[in-house]
């Protein structure tokens, strides 16, 4: 069970906008800040989200991220079939001194 | 363009070690903290490790201290995880990734090697 919590799915057609939100604790999200990344089948992670809500350099601003308290969320608008993937927010934990990330969101574009 | 690549997985008995390399190029090495991050058959990303860019401090998940050591030699451009001690749900893809830091609690994987595979039974 992991401390940082991920739908397990979630699904769109393309050009849609979805969410995907990340539920922690105070020790981790309440407290630092999170990092999204995206994970393609075949492909190594790449950060896609950085510091809750910055795009690293080359990454389209159809992707978008927030944090409020202890939860944070990925948006993606203009859905498309290449952006199907496994997607996972991180943040450092306070008590476990390490990073946590949360159980993975399967995205599906249908 | 950053490059990172991991070497050394491979079959080990329960009980064994193994010892992974991960190489970085085209960037400062000795400027940057390292982590390792596996992910086992089926499941999802889990931290391993963790190394600043001096080499002290260095921080681990629950589930490998006390077994995992990770160490780096700046003049080889080079981090390493020594696992010993291996289990069955050692078994994973391991990935080595530059660590780019804001400060306490903030650390981001900028890049990610292609991984190296363990499979302990």
């Known amino acids: 069970q992991s401390v940082v919590t991920q739908p397990p799915s979630a699904s769109g057609t393309p050009g849609q906008r979805v969410t995907i939100s990340c539920s922690g604790r105070?020790?981790?999200?309440?407290?630092?800040?999170v990092f999204w990344y995206q994970h393609l089948p075949g492909t190594a992670p790449r950060l896609l989200i950085s510091?809750?809500?910055q795009r690293p350099s080359g990454i389209p601003d159809r992707f978008s991220g927030s944090r409020s308290g202890t939860s944070a969320s990925l948006t993606i608008s203009g859905l498309r079939s290449d952006d199907e993937g496994d997607y996972y927010c991180?943040?450092?934990?306070?008590?476990?001194?390490?990073?946590?990330f949360g159980g993975g969101t399967k995205l599906t574009v249908l | 363009e950053v490059q990172l690549v991991e070497s050394g997985g491979g079959l080990v008995q329960p009980g064994g070690s193994l010892r992974l390399s991960c190489v970085g190029s085209?960037?400062?090495?000795?400027?940057?903290?390292m982590s390792w991050v596996r992910q086992a058959p089926g499941k999802g990303l889990e931290w391993v490790s963790y190394?600043?860019?001096?080499?002290?401090?260095?921080y681990y998940a629950d589930s490998v201290k006390g077994r995992f050591t990770m160490s780096r030699d700046n003049a080889k451009k080079s981090a390493y995880l020594q696992m010993n001690s291996l289990r069955a749900d050692d078994t994973a893809l391991y990935y080595c990734?530059?660590?780019?830091?804001?400060?306490?609690?903030?650390?981001?994987?900028?890049?990610w090697g292609q991984g190296t595979p363990v499979t302990v039974s």
């Open positions: 990734a530059r660590v780019t830091s804001y400060g306490s609690g903030t650390i981001e994987f900028d890049y």
């Open positions: 085209e960037f400062t090495f000795r400027n940057y903290g």
């Open positions: 190394i600043s860019s001096s080499g002290r401090p260095t």
């Open positions: 105070r020790s981790n999200i309440g407290s630092n800040l």
């Open positions: 510091r809750s809500d």
């Open positions: 991180a943040s450092w934990d306070d008590s476990l001194s390490g990073v946590v």
